[in-house]
């Protein structure tokens, strides 16, 4: 059985990025070949990629899924939301000095009156006041969801840099980090030498920055995310099968989606819900490279992939990235991995 303490790095705070590049696509690039590692930059991915590639983008958009507020009793909460349920209702993280009860109210950025209708699991089931739609009162009171490790609260900046060019399709609370290293420029380079470009739809939710916090891997339970395949990327994925072209996942976001959507044997279009964990092991039947950031020690994300790249590759590229100061995480430098052939842990 894996053990968590496979997969814990020592990381020095230092190289956790706390804001972005000053412009999109100068991130360095470690490219991860087998047992090879050879530093790059972002830029490169153009020579990297080959034409008839068919690169995977996820297409989320970050909602404003952080509220501040208070219990009847008066007491200060925070919410984040999760997920949307419907135009008047979410499930939700709650901070609270006392979890609120079922059938008491709270006043969120002083504006919305929200009814807390229940928990799932470690959930608040809420209803927000009728007058706007959730989305409506989020995108006027809400505030951008950073991750934990960013130390700065959300400003202006953020706002556009934790979004991807191509976001278009809102549910997310964090981002699909691999995807902000693109902007206008490298799509259109990539176009340009042939590289064809499709999209999937993954809502990442808050769990994506939770440690596995169970001894053994297998012990670990995973959030149910939303995802949605496009026949016309399923169309596409069957093309460059055809044409023996390569699938790469920007993310490990694209990656969940396209092997969930494959778990049966067989990629099927259409909309549906993951809790897929991907451990070392894994048969993959989808992605063969995976365009990646650098992930939390004990998450699920450096399990992932590990079971992409090989363990002992894996752990060699982070001691390489801690050595030669790569930045980390979801404002940091990125990973092009090519799947291993033989991913035993």
Known sequence: MMRTDEFDFVLPDSLIAQYPPALRGTSRLLHVHGGTLADKSFADLVE???ADDLLILNDTRVIKARLFGTKKTGGQIEVLVERVLNN?????????SRSPLAGSDLLLAEHINAKVLGREGEFFHLR???AHTVWEWLEQYGRLPLPPYI???????DEQRYQTVFA??????AA?????????LMLQALRDKGVQTAFVTLHVGAGTFQPVRAEFVHEHHMHSERYDIPPATLEAINVARQKNARVIAVGTTSLRALESAAVSGELKSGAGETKIFITPGFQFRVVDVLLTNFHLPKSTLLMLVSAFGGTENLRAAYLHAVKNEYRFFSYGDAMLIER???VSG
């Open 48 to 50: 990297l990629l080959r």
């Open 88 to 96: 008047h209702e979410v499930l939700a993280q709650v901070r609270a």
């Open 128 to 130: 927000f006041d009728a």
């Open 151 to 157: 130390t700065h609260a959300a400003d202006g900046d």
């Open 168 to 173: 278009r399709n809102d549910g997310a609370v």
């Open 176 to 184: 699909p980090t691999a995807g902000l290293h693109f902007d206008a």
């Open 340 to 342: 291993c052939k033989v």
